[in-house]
DNA sequence: ATACAGTGATCAGACTTTCTTACCGGCCAT
DNA sequence: ATGGCCGGTAAGAAAGTCTGATCACTGTAT
């Protein structure tokens, strides 16, 4: 039914124009003379009307000058998709949308997304937090891209690539009679008040398990957590990362038997694709966990 | 530099989305399915990036829901265009700019342009009036496209079609001792206060010619020669057509001796063509006058 | 006046792109 | 297992596109 307008041939129109002749048209598209002609008048035919004049000069008909604009037109816009998408593909701009629970969001994240933008400065990013399980979700629902997460379920549709191990401590005031040790093992804590949170379940299944079943509290929040280990009421198990440094009062004693580790790693859908930008940041991350760790 | 993005293909993605499939893509786009796969491929390496998944089911990439929206885009505005210029190839929107001399603007135009909006209902006419040399001037330049006057002078840059001959005449007022003539010679207006005007040199070349030597006037504005008609101080030479019929008191008296004419036609441009909308008029035009005379 | 340098148009052949037909391998439900 | 559906692949036909050589025309300079 409509004719189907392929952009070369309108280019030629616009070069004939403006360069005035076919030759000099043929000459600015790096073709010969006769593929300018030839397209100028299969697009002609086309249109069931002449765009140029037949009388020797290469001047448009009405219907030509009423063409053309709209010729430049069609070509710009296909022009900025095309520089749009190929920018795209060579991650020169592009946006990501990520996430990472609070303690990579926070320790990890600040310095890495630095270094990405100073490689990709046309690169945007969205960085959201939540605990293992609602990343998970997010990265699993297509909502973000990747996620920066520990894996507590193997999940077919989902990849996981580790980056760095964190290893559990116990977390206590600095006047608590555990807080001058280098080094803690699990039977030390037995009697101690322990507050239980989100990161506690990593100690089910190593030897440290039975501590769990003492555990007063259960707080997930951090803040109340810290407020509560500031305020002397009781000690919990962290990971190093997770552990709030910023806090003076509070002490971080490594625990070597059991030693637990959770494993820190980068999550991202294991059937779909991920966009250019996102590409290129899951090979920042690997590149720079793979120099440091 | 730059990939060329063609339309075809860009379809093909927008099909099989919304078709939910290669194959029932295909048959909507009325190909076979491996020509939509390959269209598929063909736009993907181009574009270096993958718009759909490899695995089984027709799901996009992150990319090619990016780019989704936007072929839609630009397959909309192709398609607006190519409609848009179909209609004006098949005249079925355009516009025209024409002119015409006073007497046939205001005596022929009205009912001419009433026909022809009757039959191209979305075309728009702009009209505007002038003496002959003027018209010609903008036939001539391309201010407009097509003239309805008489030509004086040939021109190989002109393309002129007679349309019709309209007969110089006598007016005066209706107590004029000629008033009650059925037609006259040109020895009768002799010894007559008579006044020139822009038709007059109609009767260069004829037998009638030393009539103006007498002249004792000369008029172009046709108010003005109404006016002074009217008050009765002479009479003048006018073609019928130009004769203004709605002044009760002014009479045409046919000139049989020598019989002047003037050729009124259609003036066109000879080199340059016309946009379509013009050819419609051109068309119409030549045909009515065919019709009638 | 003649020759010449410029224009665009034309044609045959090579090359590229695009389509169709026929077939393959994977997946899912019966 | 098997039939039906999916998309991918291969070979050949068809259509489109480019090049190189050549033509016809025009205006200009000799």
Redesign the pocket.
Known sequence: MLPEL?I??LRCVLA?VDA???????RQL?????????????LEQRLGEPL?E?????VLTPFGAYCLPRFRELITQHDRLSRELVAQVQQQVGHVDMAAVPSVASRVMPRLLNDFIQRHPALRVSLQDGNADFVRQLVAGGEVELGLTSLWQKDDDLDFTPLMRDAVGVVCRDDHPLAGQEALGWEALQGQVLIRNGTSRLLEGSDAEPLLAESAFDISNMISLTAMLVSGIGITTLPRLAFPEEYERLRFIPLVDPRVERELGLLRPGRRSLSPAAQAMEAFIIEAFGETG
Chains 1, 2 share one sequence.
């Open positions: 392929k070369q041939p004939i005035g002749g076919f030759h000099a048209a043929a790096h073709r010969t003379q006769p593929a300018v002609s030839m397209a100028v008048r299969e140029f037949k009388g020797g000069k290469s």
